[in-house]
């Protein structure tokens, strides 16, 4: 069975500085897909990025990026320029392709100090 | 579009009472999926649904029963509450196609059973 592991529950940073929230995996499958989803306090899941396992390049959105190593099954979110309104619980998640069931890690709360 | 709708936003509800949550989408999504979370575990698959009038079951099925008769609803039937099942229950849809495959979510229902 694929399972999600964040070893953070939880992390800070300064406002303007950068952060990176980790997040590793265990699947047999070789196609799937990796997405990290912020939770803010009104508990609305919003997706931030996803990456496409058969992708070798990073994804990135705006301050948003990853660090996708296949071989060593880590997904870890990078957030630059940190700001208070990136403060939220973030989970990673897999799915593998053509699937419909999210497995998710146990989340990272990450405060934002001012 | 409205996206994916959830009503009630919170229900406390008495052990062994029945009730049912609604979920219901607009973006003529195929899969569509009922979660439940629960504090330090991360997001947890109750049932999904690959299409109208098919469904299985997720990783905690126990005491819950689904149905799609349509593409657009998805509701989500307790049939005996007990206190094991207090926890925030989120409905998601996807388009299923590999291209597409993230999920959205309603904003969530809070449930309570005394």
């Known amino acids: 069975a694929q399972t999600v592991t964040q070893s953070q529950p939880e992390m800070s940073v300064q406002e303007a500085e950068t952060v990176t929230l980790s997040c590793t995996y265990d699947?047999?499958?070789?196609?799937?897909?990796l997405f990290w989803y912020k939770q803010p306090p009104s508990r609305q899941m919003i997706l931030v990025i996803r990456?496409?396992?058969?992708?070798?390049q990073n994804a990135t959105e705006n301050r948003f990026s990853v660090n996708f190593q296949k071989a060593a099954k880590s997904f870890s979110l990078k957030i630059s320029d940190s700001q208070l309104g990136d403060a939220a619980m973030y989970f990673c998640a897999y799915n593998f392709w053509g699937g419909n069931k999210l497995v998710f890690g146990a989340g990272t709360i990450l405060r934002v100090k001012s | 579009n409205a996206g994916v709708t959830q009503t009630p936003k919170f229900q406390v509800l008495k052990t062994g009472q029945s009730m049912t949550l609604q979920c219901a989408q607009d973006m003529n999504h195929e899969y569509m999926s009922w979660y439940r979370q629960d504090p330090g575990m991360g997001l947890r698959l109750i049932h999904y649904?690959?299409?109208?009038?098919?469904?299985d079951q997720g990783e905690v099925p126990n005491g819950y029963n689904v149905s799609r008769s349509t593409t657009e609803d998805f509701p989500l039937r307790l049939l005996s509450a007990a206190p094991s099942q207090t926890s925030v229950y989120f409905c998601?849809?996807?388009?299923?196609?590999?291209?597409?495959?993230?999920?959205?979510f309603g904003p969530g229902t809070r449930l309570t059973v005394l």
């Open positions: 649904s690959v299409g109208a009038g098919i469904t």
């Open positions: 699947t047999s499958e070789s196609d799937y897909y």
């Open positions: 990456q496409e396992a058969y992708k070798q």
């Open positions: 998601a849809s996807s388009p299923g196609t590999r291209s597409r495959n993230e999920q959205f």
